[in-house]
């Protein structure tokens, strides 16, 4: 059925309250800036977090859309200007006896950290610990890092100068391929160092977060399982989840929304040896497209294809959820599923796989049978043609 009025985002179906915070490290672009969803001791009137949490990322958005800035932008404003995400901003982590694997989730194209709030909020309500990547090499619609002041740089109480990063589409004169791969291998990169960093704060070593929040990092020393580590993406970002799968020997599985396969290298396919769920839409996946996810599924048995009828490209991202029917109608941010069906069928899936491929004794293999595309509104691989639904 299709959904005309603008939604909520979801909470959390887990037993675990979620928290949130952003964590930006490192002077320049190399460095990294993400937001961290993770288990929390709720806080009596803790803030929500608006679900943009900038202004100069409406206008990254009609840059990415190719809109007017002046005139779209305060249209984006009032659309999603009061949508919250409903976490808790910054409360105190949750330790834990058992400690909590980790998930690194990447973005698509034109999206940023906070596009996919539902997916790592139901993530951590399971406990995850899940950090989703801000990508710094012009895929996101905007972005920014900081640099101290240069005439104060030893102080603590130093003002960070800010300096934004814009949205890049493809020169004119360069074919997509050769300007989509190497960002695809700095997002890969940017995964890697993401797991690099929580290892140090693991053992003590926190970063300096130079947005200067009330959380605590050190906080989550011995409680990150490190042995037990999955990367996930949508879009691009699912093709960045199976690149850093390769090139990252501690990644242990990933899982591909809808994953955009063009700018993966043939020879990288025959390296492809760890386990991958393909979580796909029905509008989005060419054949040719599916046949590169099934010559990963034949090079590794424990690979998986899946796709969600009814569903289209936006269905696994929070527009779904929070575009009204006139934005839905323009950009299609919903399929004919329910969009909280096709974000249950989602989360279900990944976290069966996630049970499977992490050996977590949770109760998620309860979802097994979604893996093999067995249940409503779901099929193996990908349906020979459109569904009725």
Same mark, same amino acid.
């Given at each position: ?28 672009? !190399? ?10 001791? %709720? ?51 949750? %330790? ?25 909020? &139901? ?52 074919? &997509?391929?050769?300007?989509?791969? %190497? ?6 990169? &940017? ?27 050190? @906080? ?19 093709? *960045? ?7 990252? @020997? /501690? ?21 492809? *040896? ?29 690979? !998986? ?53 992490? /050996? ?19 099929? %193996? ?9």
């Amino acid at each position: 059925m299709g959904v005309s009025q603008s939604l909520g985002l979801p909470r959390g179906q887990g037993a675990l309250p979620v928290g949130c915070t952003d964590v930006m490290v490192g002077q320049n672009p !190399k460095g990294l800036f993400f937001r961290l969803f993770y288990p929390c001791v %709720p806080q009596d009137g803790a803030e929500q977090p608006a679900w943009i949490p900038r202004y100069e990322y409406y206008y990254g958005l009609a840059d990415y859309m190719n809109m007017n800035r002046k005139w779209f932008a305060p249209l984006l404003s009032v659309t999603f200007g009061s949508c919250k995400i409903p976490v808790n901003w910054n409360a105190p982590f949750r %330790p834990s006896s058992h400690k909590y694997p980790l998930i690194i989730f990447s973005h698509g194209l034109g999206a940023i950290r906070t596009v996919y709030s539902a997916i790592c909020i &139901e993530m951590a309500s399971r406990g995850f610990l899940v950090i989703a990547l801000e990508h710094r090499d012009r895929s996101a619609s905007a972005t920014y890092f900081c640099k101290l002041d240069p005439e104060a740089p030893d102080l603590p109480g130093s003002q960070a100068n800010e300096e934004w990063l814009s949205y890049r589409g493809v020169p004119k004169d360069q074919k &997509e391929f050769h300007f989509r791969n %190497p960002q695809l291998h700095q997002r890969a990169n &940017e995964c890697i160092r993401g797991l690099k960093l929580f290892r140090s704060i693991d053992a003590g070593k926190p970063p300096v977060n130079l947005l200067r929040t009330d959380f605590d990092l050190s @906080a989550l020393k011995d409680n990150i399982d490190l042995t037990k580590v999955a990367v996930m993406g949508h879009s691009f970002g699912g093709a *960045t989840s199976v690149l850093a799968l390769v090139k990252e @020997a /501690q990644f242990k599985c990933a899982v591909a929304l809808d994953a955009w396969m063009f700018p993966l290298e043939n020879s990288l396919y025959p390296k492809v *040896t760890k386990p991958v769920l393909f979580v796909n839409t029905e509008s989005f996946q060419t054949p040719e497209s599916v046949a590169k996810m099934k010559r990963i599924s034949a090079t590794s048995n424990e690979s !998986k294809i899946i796709t969600i009828l009814g569903s289209v490209h936006q269905s696994q991202t929070d527009f779904t959820f929070l575009a009204g029917n006139l934005v839905n109608r323009v950009f299609q941010t919903r399929g004919t599923i329910d969009p909280y069906e096709g974000h249950r069928i989602t989360n279900q899936a990944a976290l069966a796989f996630l049970q499977k491929h992490l /050996q977590l004794k949770e109760d998620f293999d309860q979802w097994d049978h979604l893996l093999e595309g067995i249940g409503d509104c779901i099929v %193996p691989d990908s349906p020979l043609q459109k569904s009725s639904l």
